[in-house]
């Protein structure tokens, strides 16, 4: 009987859905499908990065304009931003000098 309550609770979590309070979510459509962005506020209030709706990442986010907002993970030395364009619908990564786009995105900005 535990055996299968633990396993029904971890089949649980997997399906947990993303936050409904957050103010914007990024999710990844053609490539990396199981990739999710959320952040919360204007996007200076941080955020949080899931992959199979498991959070794996917090992220510190500021807005950089009305359409773009960037995070880099928590506690992360490397120079490694994530870029969120929402008129171009896309998730970009930066490292140093370089910009590699990472996924077309559906967006939801309330």
Not at 11 to 34: E, I, K, M
Not at 45 to 64: E, F, S, W
Not at 81 to 104: H, I, K, P
Request: glycine share 6%; aromatic share 10%.
């Amino acid at each position: 009987m535990r055996i299968r309550f633990t396993a029904f609770a971890a089949a649980c979590l997997t399906l947990a859905a993303l936050p409904a309070s957050a103010d914007g979510v990024f999710s990844c459509t053609d490539r990396n499908q199981s990739l999710h962005f959320v952040f919360y506020g204007d996007g200076n209030q941080g955020g949080h990065m899931y992959m199979n709706n498991l959070q794996v990442a917090v992220l510190d986010t500021y807005r950089v304009n009305s359409i773009s907002v960037r995070a880099r993970v928590a506690g992360n030395t490397a120079p490694t931003e994530f870029v969120f364009n929402s008129s171009r619908q896309m998730v970009y990564v930066e490292l140093g000098d370089t910009s590699t786009e990472l996924c077309a995105a559906s967006v939801r900005i309330d």
